[in-house]
C-alpha cells in the first residue's frame, strides 16, 4: 500500500520482474485500500479474463 501526493492510499500489484502490472484507485483511507485488496485475492483467483488484444 502506497500513499499518494495528497495522503490518499492506493494499491500497486508488481509483477515477479519489479514492473507494476496494475494500480487501483486512490482511497481515503487505509481501511479501504486494504478492502480493496482483501476483494482481490478472494475474487480474483476465479476472475474472467478478457483478452482485448
Keep these: 500500500m502506497v500513499a499518494s ?3 490518499q492510499h492506493f494499491v500497486r500489484f ?9 494500480r487501483t484507485e486512490t482511497y481515503t483511507s ?3 485500500a486494504r478492502n480493496a485488496i482483501e476483494s482481490l485475492q478472494t475474487r ?3 476472475a474472467p479474463v478478457s ?3
Design 5 to 7: 501526493k495528497d495522503g
Design 14 to 22: 508488481v509483477a515477479g520482474n519489479g514492473e507494476t502490472m496494475v
Design 30 to 32: 487505509k481501511a479501504s
Design 44 to 46: 480474483g483467483p476465479d
Design 51 to 53: 483478452d482485448e488484444a
